[in-house]
């Protein structure tokens, strides 16, 4: 896509005004097809989608996945109307790419446990005072199902019903879920 003609008006109808104009301009150029614009987004947001990716998916999918985010974001872009901040956008669309990448591993049929007996089990640091406690390792050792609701409510703030309509599950289970996810973690963290 070509960059806009200088001096050419730049379609910013769609965007809010509670953005700071520097990341407006940005969107507004992007928008209209410039590659540099829009790399100048990524580079503002690829850090926190990036961590996304990695929480909710495990180090080994996270750079694949971070760059399929920004793959849709610039297909999408021109659906974005202005009625969240950019980063919001991203964000959301982000959380749906990496849905349906669960989605495509597989690990979906696999996502919810009935049986209490595997989170216990799930595998926790060893006894050795020269390591340190490492969070982002216990959350990437639990199951699918009880990372994903613990990443989607206590690390991204969304709410139960939230969770549930993302995932097609009943909050009852998105609730349950994040209890047996805390409850690992409190057990791998305490050793």
Do not use: C
Not at 67 to 82: C, E, H, N, P, S
């Amino acid at each position: 896509m070509a960059n806009p003609r200088p001096g050419a008006a730049l379609p910013t109808d769609h965007l809010p005004s509670d953005r700071s104009d520097a990341e407006a301009v940005e969107v507004a150029l992007a928008a209209s097809g410039d590659t540099h614009a829009f790399e100048r987004l990524y580079r503002a947001h690829v850090a926190r989608v990036h961590t996304l990716a990695r929480r909710m998916l495990g180090e080994e999918h996270a750079d694949e996945v971070t760059q399929d985010i920004f793959v849709r974001a610039w297909q999408k872009l021109a659906t974005y109307r202005g009625e969240a901040a950019f980063g919001t956008w991203l964000h959301r669309l982000g959380v749906n790419v990496v849905l349906a990448r669960r989605e495509e591993l597989g690990k979906r049929r696999r996502r919810f446990l009935e049986d209490e007996g595997v989170l216990a089990a799930a595998p926790g640091r060893h006894d050795s005072p020269e390591l340190s406690v490492d969070f982002e390792a216990a959350i990437e050792r639990l199951p699918p199902g009880a990372r994903e609701v613990f990443v989607l409510h206590d690390v991204e703030g969304y709410r139960h019903e939230e969770i549930a309509g993302l995932l097609g599950v009943a909050v009852g289970t998105s609730k349950s879920q994040l209890h047996h996810a805390r409850m690992a973690l409190r057990r791998h963290l305490s050793r």
